[in-house]
């Protein structure tokens, strides 16, 4: 299966990082190591900019959000469909900060996953536990309750690759053990079987997030059912996403 590497800006950067694939492309010496996939998802303003210098350097983009509607009076949204007239490849929906500060439920996320599916781009579905809900051992249970209600019944491996981000992990610099890691996304694996079925769930990219850098990339994305990283602090800086995606080579 193919590594997704994706790179999260939040709400960083300006126009002028549009050359940021073409710098990328130095730092990696040309070449892109095989079956790895390298995502800029920039703020959805320079989404259309990012998409051409990313196609032009034979990588991919994608925005951070979208709304689950086609159009109409929803003032400062941005449509699934827009995402993709500006060549948008992916949409993030449900990160953990749109769930936490924006109020975004699995119900939400589902739609706007659907809406993705339907403009035909790829959904990264994210989910995640807080510290509290692992400490008193109810994660694997949040996890499956977020994939029951935000994976739409569009979902297939082709559409869709899930991101599992612990919440507490991201920007605080702490990382899950990696036996957390690969248990839960084995979990995953599981979960997605009992909707979708076995071809699905074994060919479905899981990406893992929170606090992803060049010194622990390796290690994490060795794992078994761990099929790429979502990267955000790290990817605003072309050496450590480099040496990012160096890693999963
Ligand atoms: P981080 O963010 O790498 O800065 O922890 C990851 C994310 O939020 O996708």
Redesign the pocket.
């Known amino acids: 299966m193919d590594c997704y590497i994706a790179g999260?800006w939040?709400m960083n950067g300006r126009h002028d990082w549009a050359i940021k694939p073409s710098a990328l492309m130095s730092e990696l010496g040309g070449d892109v190591p095989d079956n790895v996939r390298v995502i800029f998802i920039p703020p959805a303003l320079y989404v259309g900019d990012l998409a051409k210098s990313a196609h032009s350097a034979g990588l991919l983009a994608g925005a951070q959000n979208c709304h689950f509607e086609e159009g109409g009076a929803f003032t400062g949204e941005v449509s699934a469909s827009m995402c993709a007239d500006c060549e948008a490849d992916f949409v993030i929906c449900g990160?953990?900060?749109r769930r936490a500060m924006f109020g975004e439920t699995d119900e939400i996320v589902r739609k706007k996953a659907l809406a993705v599916h339907e403009a035909g781009m790829t959904a990264i579905i994210c989910i995640g536990e807080t510290l509290e809900q692992r400490e008193s051992g109810e994660a694997n249970d949040v996890i499956a309750g977020q994939l029951k209600g935000s994976l739409p019944a569009s979902t297939t491996s082709i559409n869709t690759i899930i991101?599992y981000?612990p919440v507490w992990?991201?920007?605080?610099g702490k990382v899950a053990e990696l036996d957390d890691i690969a248990q839960m996304h084995a979990h995953i694996r599981e979960c997605v079987k009992v909707e979708f079925g076995e071809y699905t769930s074994e060919n479905l990219p899981i990406q893992y997030?929170?606090?992803?850098k060049p010194g622990n990339a390796k290690e994490i994305l060795a794992l078994k059912d761990v099929n790429g990283a979502?990267?955000?602090?790290?990817s605003l800086d072309m050496e450590s996403f480099a040496a990012i995606i160096m890693a999963a080579g």
């Open positions: 999260n939040k990160h953990s900060e991101a981000e992990a991201i920007g605080t997030g929170g606090s992803v979502l990267v955000g602090g790290a």
